[in-house]
Each structure stands twice: as C-alpha cells, then as structure tokens.
C-alpha cells in the first residue's frame, strides 16, 4: 500500500464529501483504534464518495472497510473517460464564448444542450451541474438541468484517474437499516454515519426518498458505540441527541458522554453553519 495514491478530496465532483474532516477523522480513527485496525469492521454505511471508505483503509489497512454505495458514486469513477471527453468539448465550445464564472448566453447554452445529447458515451449529471449550474445547485434530471440558466463554470483540466481509490475496499449498496444490524454485536464494528442531512434540499441524491424522518430516527435507535456521525446545524442533530440524553429517550445511553468536533462551513448563499462529528468509542 505504500506507492497507492492517497486522496484528499473525492475524484470526480460529490456534494457533501467530507474533505474538510479528514484531518479530524485520521486523528479519530488513530486515537482509538490501534496499529493497523486488525480485526476490525469500518462500515461507512452512507459512503457518499468513498472518500472516509478510502481514507479509512489507507489509515487501517489491515481492517476490513465496507463503502456502501448507495449513490452509485463506483459507476461514475468507472466512466471517468467519458466524463473528461465530454468536459473537453463544453470547455471548447464555451470558453472562448463566455467569461468564466458569468452566466451563458441563450445561443452558447443551446450549444451545450446539444453536445450534451449528441454525447455518445456516460452523462455523469453531478459533474455536468458542477460544470453549467450556479454554485451548489443540483438536478435529478438532463431534463431539469436543460431548464435552469447556465454558467461557465467549467473546470479548465480533465479529473484524475481513480487508480486505486477504493482498492481494498468492499463495495456494495444496501439499506443501512438492514446492514447495521448484522454488526451490531461486534464491539469492533465501528459506525461510520454520515447520512444527507435532514431539512435540506436532496436533489444531489440518487433517490428522492433516500433519507427522511424516519429513516433518521430508525438510525437513531441502530447506533451504538463505536460510531462516528456526521451531522449539521442545518438538521438540528444536536439539539436532537441532546434532547434524547436531557430527558431519557429511547436509546439516549449511547449518546451520553459523546465528544464532538466542530468546523465552521461557508455555504455559497446561505450564509455560515457548523458541520459537526460526533463520536462514541
């Protein structure tokens, strides 16, 4: 494992990855599990863009890491090709035409919309929304991207190649609420938790009832020590938990004593928030 490439941010565009906690997610995994993690399960059951997956096995190799992909984040890595091929003819067709980081004419976007579905390859819509949509928006949808103004925000190279990014890793897609259970009994099952925040917009997922009320609060009552959550002030889930401990909920023991760290985010519009993760050996 010495020559791989160790990754800093996810290789291909993912709204949420966790780039900014990594520093305080080695410090984390270090400090609380030892040597190599042999003998150890790390499930990082919303595994986003891998990245936590991939930092966790370049940290413990010889534990056993398993990214469940729910948002299909190792098909876009597989069609990396496609996706700067496609990059490569939106940057020629736009940037002699409109300044960087300005909004498109109607006869340049046409000439996008037209790129786009003559393409004869993988239409990757997170990398295409980063590239052509004001900063942070998202789309479910060709369709609905081909209907919001366009800007050039095109990035200038091609993305890396992933070589590597999840090797080791274990790959799969499944419902948290059945993969957490089987593990609940290992005390050296560790709990990697970031689930899309509650009270936000969740275009950027793959499904529109991927995370809710109750998938939140079924989640709740699944964790136990030790776990690490990832969470926001945009879904109030300190507040949550800190209810849950105040007043005996159902479950509150697991959060009780719990450490958190705290980082400060600027949003494109919306201002500052915290993001925090919180964490339970």
Known sequence: MANRTIFKQAPLPFVGQKRQFLKHFEQVLNDNIPGNGDGWIIIDAFGGSGLLSHTAKQLKPEARVIYNDFDGYA??????????????????????????????????????????????????????????????????????????????????????????????????????????????????????????????????????????????????????????????????FIRFIDAMIEDKWDNWQVFEGYQRITLQTNANYNGRYEDNLVYKF
Not at 116 to 129: T, V
Not at 135 to 152: A, C, I, M, P
Request: net charge negative; aromatic share 12%.
């Open 75 to 236: 098909e876009r890595l597989a069609h990396i090709d496609d996706i700067n091929a496609l990059r490569t003819q939106l940057y020629a067709a736009v940037d002699n035409a409109t300044q960087k980081n300005k909004r498109m004419t109607k006869e340049c976007k046409a000439e996008c919309v037209r790129i786009i579905q003559e393409f004869d390859g993988y239409k990757d819509l997170n990398s295409l929304a980063s590239w052509l949509l004001f900063s942070g928006n998202q789309v479910s949808t060709l369709d609905e991207l081909f209907s919001k103004d366009f800007w050039h925000c095109i990035r200038q190279s091609d993305y890396p190649k992933a070589n590597g990014y999840l090797e080791g890793v274990e790959v799969i897609q499944e419902s948290f609420h059945t993969l957490l259970p089987r593990h609940s009994d290992n005390p050296k099952a560790l709990f990697v938790l970031d689930p899309p925040y509650l009270c936000t917009k969740q275009e950027s997922y793959k499904q529109a009832t991927y995370f809710d009320l109750i998938d939140f609060l079924r989640l709740i009552h699944l964790t136990r020590p030790p776990y690490l959550f990832f969470s926001s002030t945009k879904s109030e």
